[in-house]
């Protein structure tokens, strides 16, 4: 218990300066986000335009620092973000980022979970029977395409599956003459628009859970308590499971987590490539219009997701190996 909490106290404080470097890095910027917004708005300014935009992003100057700190803090945790200027006129950043979340969690969320389970037991058992087929083919041929930027590989499947062969849609996460909903054809739609992006990334990121699994697998292997499990005559896949991958792993959970924190922020050269209109896609658009209310909120987003991910690492990493908890 009291690990959990000094866990959660970390986070806390963690948090804490992540919301104050988000509050304090636009403040400190050169120009003004105002003065971007109205400038890349083309038609006649209302006098009193300059003003209001200031007091919408939190920049009255004749507002006491701290009054805008805790201003800003209250509006983070009521979810009043702010107006974009990237969308329609009026779209709460809320309700921007919220749209875009599911497409980005069911895309690049899944594909970061099937990477990380199929990466690891192809691991496991290339370790396990090291030196033999499956050991001497998969692993060589996942690195080498772990290599291959991840938005090539996009395009020449765009080429071939959607260009050539128009076997796959490539644009778009569905198709807009649809109406959406709850139903077949809305939903295999959606999953047919995500099979190149998707397979896309789960191709070019499993070689690394591969790779890392099988490493971890080998050492584990050459300790003393797998010894004593052989030697007392104990079943082959209980000593690859139970005495083995279940401590191989341990060191990979950390990355995991931070790979699932860092879905929020969406594979953003993927849904660029495939007009993908995830939270990558989003903040790509948002930094190339200086949309600043729509780039804080996603870099917050991230933060508090990674921040988050490596909590729950953090305690289940306690719980699977009870050692950590007293060394800390």
Do not use: C
């Amino acid at each position: 218990m009291r690990f959990v909490l000094r866990r959660i106290g970390f986070f806390v404080v963690t948090l804490w300066v992540a919301l104050t470097l988000n509050f304090a890095l636009p403040r400190l910027m050169p120009g003004n986000p105002a003065q971007v917004a109205i400038a890349n708005h083309r038609g006649v300014i209302p006098p009193g335009a300059l003003k209001a935009l200031e007091a919408q992003f939190g920049l009255d100057n004749h507002q006491n620092i701290v009054l805008q700190y805790l201003k800003y803090l209250v509006d983070v945790v009521t979810g009043k973000w702010g107006v974009s200027l990237t969308t329609q006129p009026g779209n709460s950043v809320a309700h921007v980022v919220l749209g875009a979340l599911p497409w980005t969690v069911g895309l690049v969320g899944v594909t970061t979970v099937l990477a990380f389970i199929l990466g690891t037991g192809i691991g496991i058992v290339s370790a396990w029977r090291r030196g033999g087929p499956l050991d001497s083919i998969l692993p060589p041929l996942f690195v080498i395409i772990t290599v291959v930027p991840y938005f090539f590989l996009g395009l020449v499947l765009i080429l071939i599956f959607g260009v050539k062969l128009h076997w796959l849609p490539y644009f778009f996460t569905y198709n807009y003459t649809l109406t959406p909903g709850f139903n077949w054809t809305f939903i295999g739609n959606v999953l047919e628009h995500a099979i190149l992006p998707g397979f896309t990334l789960l191709i070019t990121t499993i070689g690394t859970w591969i790779l890392t699994m099988r490493n971890n697998m080998i050492t584990t292997l050459a300790e003393d308590y797998v010894r004593m499990a052989r030697a007392k005559g104990l079943p082959g896949w209980r000593i690859m499971l139970d005495y083995t991958a279940r401590n191989a792993i341990l060191p990979n959970l950390t990355g995991f987590a931070m790979s699932l924190g860092f879905v929020v922020g969406g594979a953003i050269l993927i849904e660029e490539v495939f007009n993908y209109q995830g939270l990558g896609w989003l903040l790509l658009q948002a930094v190339n219009n200086d949309d600043y209310p729509l780039e804080q909120a996603l870099f917050l987003l991230i933060t508090v997701a990674v921040l988050v991910a490596i909590l729950l690492s953090d305690i289940a990493t306690a719980v699977l190996d009870p050692r950590t908890r007293g060394s800390r």
